[in-house]
């Protein structure tokens, strides 16, 4: 594999004169969002800033949060930021760096004389930051390190916010923080060890003084009171919340004496063998070439067309595997909005786990680019919280759906709304308002979909009944009872298109495009599952009786895919240039619209042209994903170049504005589908491939059916294809015309093929070698 790293030649700037960048006065000038890099291991998240007079360390705890009062007010916050002072203000030779390939940041530098440098890297295996910082001189290593408790002076404008205590202390060679968040009781603790090789260690009440040292290593390990359990979510008052969890001081102190029995060199390559395992599965090779130019100076001039570097290409496709193995690993927590990143008091949107296209965004590159694992945080977030959702749904139907309600003894299947953090989840409407907020109840099927994925990827008989049909079941169930008849047709009868307006405010309608496509795939992947497991009883012969008259895809008079029901031109509803594309939900992720639907391609195309290419990034990349489902390759590229010149920083995180991880998740699960597709019944190599990679291959992405595929491409056709079958499935792939040969194990292998479809038998653990 190549090596891809983020690299500068300058520290991340400041905001001001006066370092203020703690205060969110300005956020797009501020040095977290734009210029720092992060790394994290899903139990918390550091963005490393690379400065030399006084370094920053800014550290994230996802379960460190207020409560929060709609999407503005409250949510996670900043845990503590570390400065590190050494007063190096005239240095030589800087360069700071991220490598992708080892999730290990890098700053190097001159000054006097003496070259330094400060490595750090978060170790999932073992849950602790660490940071070795070094002279090439001995003892010449000198700076004061302290923390900060931010934002204790703030006034919080909610009484539900809750207030925030804190405080950091220096005791011999340890800076301990602590304090509460009166909103859910939560105690919260770090702790900082300092190592000083040959120095001296000086103490005092405003920070830990590090004299003539040559070698000095810092390890933190940091928590709270915290704990993932359904309780959690059905507990209504906040304050009894964590009323039986244990406070963090133990698991804190255990898990930095288990890390002080391992030397720095021994940390290090743990946490390489662990992340190594995850992020060297999967390799794109586009010929890009990395010329040594910064980062910041590649983005510069890929925004101006100068140079549209298909290295930075590969690099933005790898950084979001990176930041999403970093941000979402099993026991720890999910990703959400930022994925393991903030340093406010009032993040945007709460930097909450958002369910009508952000959290279905950050894991759609989890299967498909081969980092399955990361998945397993929110499998466990989302059985925590199903007992609460199961709540919601009966609530939910009893109130909205009188008509509908058959009394409190009967299984309403579950259901969520959008917004949801480690402590809630949203409900999908609001009978006292007689409304469903900005998403109908298919926000809950999209959340479904994601685990319908998550079989069809794996192919796992467990996973099947013990997680994705339960799931898909409940929701199937939940919806069923959301239909109302209307002129021969089931319709959503409180429905909303995600975020959308008319006339300024969100629209309530009947049946609009994303509820009832939601639906409908939602009850055939059930019946299709049913039918695998044998499983007839009454909810299957319900929705097999509804699903022929859901009616999910409307073609309108401007041929655009309607939005709404009573739309006949496009835009009559709504917002014309809306970041949300939620009416197109049918071609991806779903597959009502796919190749044996032609007219229904067309009119996707149609809708994304009326749409307009021009968004937020995270809806540029969400765009990107649809039109590589149309198989149109230019166009892909089209919306690519515009993500990358428009919608990505400097340190090629998302802006929306501000930063959000789903854009560059979704990003990455766009180039993804460019490359391999495999959604319609069969494998289909670099059905969106534009001219601009007409040469290239990639290694390790992942089929549906569990097949791992290379491939290797030329003038845009594939030259040689690589099928690695895990569970010995049939393999069927799309090609243009038959291979020269097809071997496994150097013998050939016999196949069919018919309407350049190819088909050939596979079994677990061998490897089939296409080549044309």
Known sequence: MKDYVLKYKEPAPLCNENQSDIDRSDNQNDGWEKWALPIGNSYMGVMVFGRTVTERWQFTENSFCRPSHGCREGGLNNFVEVYLDFHHDKVENFQRSLSLNDAITRVQYDYEGVTYSRDCFCSYKDKVFVSKISASKKQTLNFTISGVTPFLELENTYEVSGDKTGEVKYISNEMIVKGTMSGYQLVYYGKFHIQNIDGEVITTPEGINIKQATEVIITASLGTNYQLKESIFLEKDNNKKLVDSPLPYEKVEKCMQNSLGYSYDQLLQRHLDDYHTLFNRCELNLYGEDDDISTDDLVATYRSGFNVSQYLEELYFQYGRYLLISSSRKNAYPANLQGTWNRYHNPPWTAGIWHNINVQMNYWPALSTNVKETFDAYLDYFMAYLPRAKEQAKFYVKHNMPENYEGDHVDYGWCIGTGASPYHIGNCGSPLENRVGHSGPGTGAFTAQLFWDLYQFTEDERILKEVTYPILKGMSTFLSYTLIKQDGKYLTKMSASPENRHKGV?????????????????????????????????????????????????????????????????????????????????????????????????????????????????????????????????????????????????????????????????????????????????IEVIPAIPGRWHKGEFKGLVARGNFVVDAKWECCEPKEITVSSNKGNRAVIKSNKMPKTILCDDKYVSYSYNNSHLTFETEVGKKYILRY
Not at 590 to 617: F, Q
Request: hydrophobic share 30%.
């Open 506 to 682: 969100h629209h309530t309608t009947v049946g609009c495009g994303f509820d009832q496509q939601m639906t409908y795939e939602n009850f055939k992947n059930t019946l299709f599952l049913a039918d695998k497991l044998g499983d007839d009883g009454p909810i299957i012969k319900k929705i097999r009786n509804l699903i022929d008259k859901l009616d999910p895809v409307q073609v309108g008079a401007s041929g655009q895919i309607k939005e709404y029901r009573e739309e006949t031109y496009y835009s009559e509803y709504g917002d014309p240039l809306h970041r949300h594309i939620s009416q197109l939900v049918c071609i991806h992720p779903l597959t009502i619209v796919n190749s044996s639907t032609p007219e229904y391609v067309d009119a996707v195309k149609r809708t994304l042209d009326l749409r307009g290419d021009e968004s937020t990034g995270w809806a540029i990349a969400h765009r990107l994903n649809v039109w590589a489902r149309t198989k149109d390759g230019e166009r892909s590229y089209k919306i690519l170049l515009s993500l990358l010149r428009k919608g990505t920083l400097t340190n090629l995180l998302d802006t929306h504005t501000p930063y959000q991880i789903d854009g560059n998740l979704g990003g990455t699960a766009g180039i993804a589908e460019m490359l391999l597709q495999s959604h319609e019944g069969y």
